[in-house]
């Protein structure tokens, strides 16, 4: 195995550690609107909507 080999093997490494964080921090700003959505969906089928009044 040569430095190239080395190089690349370290760059994809932490580009893929890079990503893989950006997405878990994006989902976790996410998350309470996801929660929300989801709770007014199940309230829905439920037939316990507001009628669309906030």
Not at 6 to 10: A, I, M, R, Y
Not at 27 to 54: C, H, I, M, N, W
């Given at each position: 195995?040569?430095?190239n080999a080395?190089?690349?093997?370290?760059l994809?490494?932490?580009g893929t550690?890079?990503?893989?964080?950006?997405?878990?921090?994006?989902?976790?700003?996410?998350?309470?609107?996801?929660?929300?959505?989801?709770?007014?969906?199940?309230?829905?089928?439920?037939?316990?909507?507001?009628?669309?009044?906030?």
């Open positions: 195995m040569d430095w080395v190089t690349l093997f370290l994809a490494t932490f550690i890079s990503l893989v964080t950006t997405q878990l921090i994006t989902l976790a700003k996410q998350l309470p609107e996801l929660v929300d959505a989801l709770r007014k969906l199940r309230e829905s089928f439920r037939g316990g909507g507001s009628g669309g009044t906030a």
